[in-house]
C-alpha cells in the first residue's frame, strides 16, 4: 500500500488520472506470487512443469493483452476473470489432495485449509464480478 501511495503521488504529479497501469502490474505479480504457493503445495498430486506451462501461458497472455488488445488504460476484466478461474481451480486441487491423503485430523486447525479457503471464496466471487462487468 505505500508503495501504491507513493507510486500514485508521482503520477498525479505527472498528469496521469487514473492507476490501471498499477493494477495491471498487481494482477502481473498477485498471480506470480498466488501460483508458486500451490506450486509448492501440490508437487507431489501435480508436476511442477505444468503449473510453470500455466504460469508461463497466463503471464504471455497478460502481456499480450496489456499492451496490444485491451491497453494499460483499460480496465482487465477479462484477464481478471482468467486469473480468477485458474486460481478457484488451483483451490478445489488443493482441497482435493488434502482430502485424499486425509493427514491432517483436524483440519480446521491447519494454515493452508484457512488460506486455500480464502483463495476460494475471494476468486470466486472476483471471477464472477470480472465475467458481469
Do not use: C, D
Request: glycine share 4%; hydrophobic share 60%; net charge positive.
Amino acid at each position: 500500500a505505500f508503495f501504491t501511495e507513493i507510486t500514485l503521488n508521482v503520477l498525479n504529479v505527472r498528469g496521469v488520472k487514473n492507476n490501471l497501469a498499477g493494477l495491471h502490474f498487481y494482477i502481473l505479480v498477485e498471480f506470480l506470487i498466488w501460483m508458486f504457493f500451490y506450486r509448492s503445495q501440490l508437487h507431489p498430486f501435480i508436476r511442477k512443469r505444468i503449473i510453470t506451462g500455466i504460469i508461463l501461458l497466463f503471464e504471455i497472455y497478460f502481456i499480450i493483452n496489456a499492451f496490444v488488445i485491451q491497453g494499460l488504460s483499460g480496465y482487465p476484466n477479462i484477464v481478471r476473470a482468467v486469473e480468477g478461474l485458474i486460481l478457484v481451480v488451483f483451490s478445489l486441487l488443493l482441497f482435493l489432495k488434502i482430502m485424499q491423503e486425509a493427514k491432517y485430523p483436524k483440519l480446521w486447525k491447519v494454515p493452508v485449509i484457512w488460506i486455500n479457503s480464502a483463495v476460494l471464496f475471494y476468486f470466486s466471487a472476483n471471477f464472477f464480478y470480472n465475467i458481469l462487468l
